[in-house]
Nanobody, 125 residues
Framework: QVQLVESGGGLVQAGGSLRLSCATS????????MGWFRQAPGKEREFVAA????????YYADSMKGRFTISRDNAKNAVYLQMNSLKPEDTAVYYC??????????????????WGQGTQVTVVS
């Protein structure tokens, strides 16, 4: 079972930036499609972004397009989420998720088989 560890969350002012990281020790990381999701208090978990196993394809929720960028470094077994122009409504626990597949990532949480523990992002105005 692959283990995912997120980092990079924190407190930031509106308009600021954060870069989240999700790492695994598994050398088979390059076979995983990866996704980022988030869950705000009292709300359901929602899709943020996803990236294919080779990084060739990326997908974003409409509200994140232009502000967030997902990327991966298979040599470092890591996926990243660069978040710019943060808004208070971006406040949530952010989770990375993985699925061993070369298929196109799907923006549904039930498609992913492995999850990290989450990292808190708090945006204050």
């Amino acid at each position: 079972q692959v283990q995912l560890v997120e980092s990079g969350g924190g407190l930031v002012q509106a308009g600021g930036s954060l870069r989240l990281s999700c790492a695994t020790s598994r050398r088979t990381f390059s076979t995983y499609a990866m996704g980022w999701f988030r869950q705000a208090p009292g709300k359901e978990r929602e899709f943020v972004a996803a990236i294919s196993w080779n990084g060739a394809s990326t997908y974003y929720a409409d509200s994140m397009k232009g502000r967030f960028t997902i990327s991966r470094d298979n040599a470092k077994n890591a996926v990243y989420l660069q978040m710019n122009s943060l808004k208070p409504e971006d406040t949530a626990v952010y989770y990375c998720a993985a699925r061993v597949t070369d298929a196109t990532p799907v923006p549904r949480d039930e498609w992913y088989g492995t999850w990290g523990q989450g990292t808190q992002v708090t945006v204050v105005s």
